[in-house]
C-alpha cells in the first residue's frame, strides 16, 4: 500500500492527520443540529467532538439537547472502544421512519473521556441532516467511526474502502 499523502490545509482548515492518537475530546464551539424525517430531533451548543488521527470528527450532544422520546434503546447491541469504554446504541423512530442503531453513547467512559459519558453520537448517513453552525455535514464513508466532514477539515479520510489498514 503507497504511503498516505495528506491534503495540506489552507486557512480555518485542519488536517485529520494532526489530530492526536491518543484521541482527544474538546468542546464545540458551533450549535449542532439532526434532523430525521422532517423532524429537529436534536440541538445544542453544549456538544464535545473527538478528534483522532485520520478521522473526521465524531460529534457527542447531551442526552438534555435530544428529543430522547425518539430513540429507542438497542438491546444487546454495543461495542468496545479502547480509548472510550463500552458503547450503548439507540435506534431512531420519527412516524413510520426507522433508522437502527445510528446512535451511539458511552454510560460508563474512561476518565479520560469523562466529559462525553452519556452524551448521544449520531452516523450522519442514517439522519436526513446534520449541521455544524450552518452547514450541513458529509458523512465519513464506511459508517464504522461515525465521522461528521465539513469544510473546515481535510482528509484523506479512514472510513472508505482500502482504508483499513492506515
Request: charged fraction near 20%.
Given at each position: ?155 484523506p479520510f479512514k ?8
Amino acid at each position: 500500500m503507497p504511503p498516505v499523502q495528506p491534503i495540506q490545509p489552507v486557512e480555518d482548515q485542519e488536517s485529520v492527520w494532526d489530530y492526536p492518537r491518543p484521541p482527544r475530546v474538546e468542546a464545540v464551539p458551533e450549535n449542532l443540529r439532526i434532523v430525521f424525517n422532517g423532524v429537529e430531533i436534536a440541538n445544542t451548543n453544549q456538544a464535545y467532538r473527538v478528534l483522532e488521527t485520520s478521522h473526521p470528527p465524531t460529534y457527542y450532544i447531551p442526552k438534555q439537547d435530544v428529543q430522547m422520546q425518539f430513540l429507542q434503546p438497542v438491546p444487546g447491541r454495543s461495542t468496545y472502544c479502547e480509548f472510550k469504554g463500552q458503547a450503548s446504541y439507540y435506534s431512531v423512530r420519527v412516524g413510520d421512519k426507522v433508522a437502527d442503531s445510528c446512535a451511539w453513547c458511552y454510560p460508563s467512559a474512561t476518565s479520560r473521556f469523562a466529559p462525553i459519558q452519556d452524551y448521544l453520537s449520531f452516523y450522519a448517513s442514517k439522519m436526513d441532516a446534520c449541521y455544524v453552525g450552518d452547514e450541513k455535514v458529509q458523512a465519513q464513508a464506511g459508517d464504522f467511526y461515525g465521522g461528521w466532514i465539513t469544510s473546515k477539515i481535510v482528509g484523506p479520510f479512514k472510513g472508505g474502502a482500502g482504508t483499513w489498514g492506515w
